[in-house]
């Protein structure tokens, strides 16, 4: 989940793009993003999509990482660092 919000930071991702570029299928990625947004670590917003002869070609939803989530990567980042040192520490 941690790498969806990375990949979602602002200006954010489509769902197509998350998936592919996390990896996942279509059924996981839907349950993983209802719950980033549940918990308002993503947010959503409607993106028109132009084209050249300046006509709404088509709406896209869009996931952005909130500011609580870029609060969760930190805490998630700092944990991971401190459970490497521990790890690295037991012999």
């Known amino acids: 989940m941690v790498d969806i919000l ?3 930071k602002p200006p954010g991702l489509s769902k ?3 998936m ?5 299928n279509t059924k996981l990625i839907d349950k ?5 947004v549940q918990n ?5 917003n409607v993106e028109k999509r132009i084209d050249n002869g300046g006509h709404v070609r088509q709406a896209v939803v869009v996931y952005s990482t909130t500011q609580r989530g870029m609060v969760f990567i930190l805490t998630f980042q700092n944990l991971e660092q401190m459970l490497r ?6 012999p």
């Open 32 to 36: 993983y993003l209802a719950c980033l």
């Open 40 to 44: 308002e670590l993503l947010e959503t």
């Open 85 to 90: 040192r521990v790890l690295i520490a037991v």
């Open 16 to 18: 197509t793009r998350i």
């Open 20 to 24: 592919y570029g996390c990896g996942v």
């Open 6 to 8: 990375e990949r979602c």
